[in-house]
């Protein structure tokens, strides 16, 4: 793989329906036929972006339920629902760990079916609490919503630890709650929406501090809604602050959107951070063209030196459960990317 415009996946890919049939079908399945079931479908999403041509690979998510209710897998105290036809967990109990390492598990699989770099994506705390603490429901026990994330931290920091040590290259944590502050009128719902950030930021610096041997970075999009497109509006400008503050590696930003305001914001971070530069979309049904691909990533390089850019989709091609985009849409974007990047370094290399 070359270090120059590394070609990467945000984390998850759309779910063919055998495999939401396995999913629901599992508490009526054996565990040896649904884990035999489960591992060649994962393998079938690793092959499709090792064809693709990827450098930095998933296992596509496909083992979650949703891609922060693998939380509720690795701890008790969850009771699962459905919401507007999605996965849903709330915290009812207080939380004891009882799968510890299962995302390394992910890992370890990755590592035996592919020499590609992996990554894998684990929910942060403020996500995590804007998403699973209901006060009428959750507060005998955790009375705030600041609690219940307090309590994710050692939980978390345990799987980030886990996964370093399974071998992951890349650790990422999703936070799109942290990107909608890039919204007014997401900012204009809190007396102190900074307060809020800092929280979110400081949650995250728990997790990570003194963890080295594996490159963390944190995902931040407007929230995707597939076909419908997004929630926040807004460039990165007024989270920018926050953002430095972040002991990660790399930023995975989105800027394919219309909404995601202007590239000059990536002068503003620091300058020994890696940029996930969104150039792909993964809302729409238009295919970005590998002359698309490259022209946004070239607006990124006016203010980035090559050394600092990977290649991502906006975000994951499967936010929640119930996302419907056609996989093999998804491949033709994911190898269009790849070939872009193929492209760029032959300019740039």
């Not at 996965?87 to 598990?105: D, F, K, Q």
């Not at 990536?266 to 063209?289: A, F, K, M, W, Y």
């Amino acid at each position: 793989m070359s270090d120059l415009f590394p070609a990467s996946v945000v984390g998850s890919l759309p779910r063919p329906q055998f495999v939401r049939d396995l999913l629901e079908e599992q508490d009526t399945l054996t565990p040896e036929v649904y884990q035999k079931r489960m591992d060649a479908a994962a393998a079938f999403a690793v092959a499709l972006q090792e064809e693709a041509g990827l450098d930095v690979i998933s296992d596509g998510e496909w083992r979650r339920r949703s891609y922060i209710g693998v939380i509720a897998d690795i701890c008790d105290g969850f009771e699962r629902g459905v919401r507007e036809g999605r996965s849903w967990h709330t915290a009812v109990r207080p939380l004891r760990v009882e799968r510890p390492g299962l995302i390394a598990e992910e890992v370890r699989f990755l590592r035996a079916h592919t020499r590609r770099k992996v990554k894998v994506c684990l929910p942060s705390p403020y996500l995590l609490g804007q998403r699973m603490w209901e006060a009428d429901r959750s507060r005998e026990a955790y009375p705030t919503r600041e609690a219940f994330m307090q309590a994710l931290v050692p939980v978390l920091r345990g799987e980030l630890i886990a996964v370093r040590d399974a071998g992951a290259d890349v650790a990422q944590f999703d936070d799109p709650h942290l990107c909608l502050f890039v919204d007014g009128r997401v900012r204009a719902e809190y007396d102190r929406w900074e307060a809020e950030a800092d929280l979110c930021v400081d949650l995250l610096n728990q997790i990570v501090e003194g963890v080295d041997g594996v490159k963390v970075a944190v995902h931040l999009c407007r929230r995707n809604k597939g076909r419908e497109g997004w929630v926040g509006e807004g460039g990165y400008g007024p989270i920018l602050p926050f953002l430095r503050r972040l002991r990660v590696h790399q930023y995975v930003m989105e800027f394919s959107i219309p909404v995601a305001g202007d590239l000059e914001v990536l002068r503003e971070l620091p300058e020994d951070r890696e940029i996930g530069v969104g150039c792909v979309d993964v809302r729409g049904e238009h295919v970005d063209t590998p002359e698309e691909i490259v022209a946004r990533v070239e607006q990124a390089l006016r203010y980035l030196p090559a050394e600092r850019v990977t290649l991502n989709p906006d975000c994951g091609f499967a936010p929640g459960s119930a996302a419907d985009i056609p996989l093999d849409e998804a491949y033709r974007k994911l190898k269009h990317e790849a070939e872009a990047a193929r492209r760029l370094r032959e300019r740039h290399g």
